[in-house]
Each structure stands twice: as C-alpha cells, then as structure tokens.
Nanobody
Framework: QVQLVESGGGLVQPGGSLRLSCAAS????????MGWYRQAPGKERELAAV???????NYADSVKGRFTLSRDNAKNTVYLQMNKLKPEDTALYYC??????????????????WGQGTLVTVSS
C-alpha cells in the first residue's frame, strides 16, 4: 500500500561524501515527518536526521555539521547529503516516515513506515 524506496548507499573512503534518497509512494494523503535512522553492527538503531513537513530538521549530535537532510514535498522524497564521512558512520541506514494514508475507497490511517535499509560503508 505504502512503501519507501531507498537508494544511494555504498562504499566510500573516510572524508568522502554520499547522498541517500528515499521516495515514498502509495495511497499517501500527507507526510508529517521523514528521516533516516541508522544501525551499526552490534548497536541499536538510532536517529540520524529527521525533517518535518514544514522543513524543521533535527540531527543527531554525531552528524551535525556534516549531514544535511532536505525534502521535496512534491515528490514525497527526502535526501540525506553526508559529507566528511567517518568510519563510525558505517551502518545500515533506514528511511522512516510518519504519514496519513487513505482515500475515497479506504479508511484514513496514520502509519509509521520503514524502508528496507541501505548499507553505507566508510573504509579505506
């Protein structure tokens, strides 16, 4: 019904850059927040960055000044620009969205949706 499609992960050297994209599709009425969480090996999933429909952003302290999250509301897409990457940024990155689905033939429902994850590896 609703899905998040991620792209942009890969292998990069320390100090390099990557851009992740996440596009939401399906019976979407509106999207409240979209963002990225990440999970490093042996660690719990943590918030990296989130953006509201009004453009307010919140970043983990560990990525402030290096990551920039932006949003194209017309395309239901968010972009995470990651610069000055460090080995400790290595993780599976998951897109997340809180949204309202529904329409004339289905009930309106608030959902939290996750992407399948994209791997970011920072290594020399």
């Amino acid at each position: 019904q609703v899905q998040l499609v991620e792209s942009g992960g890969g292998l990069v050297q320390p100090g390099g850059s990557l851009r992740l994209s996440c596009a939401a599709s399906g019976s979407i009425v509106s999207i409240n927040t979209m963002g990225w969480y990440r999970q490093a090996p042996g660690k719990e999933r943590e918030l990296a960055a989130v953006i509201t429909s009004g453009g307010y952003t919140n970043y983990a302290d560990s990525v402030k000044g290096r990551f920039t999250l932006s949003r194209d509301n017309a395309k239901n897409t968010v972009y995470l620009q990651m610069n000055k990457l460090k080995p400790e940024d290595t993780a599976l990155y998951y897109c997340n969205a809180h949204l309202l689905t529904g329409g004339p033939d289905r009930p309106y429902t608030y959902l939290e949706v996750w992407g399948q994850g994209t791997l970011v590896t920072v290594s020399s």
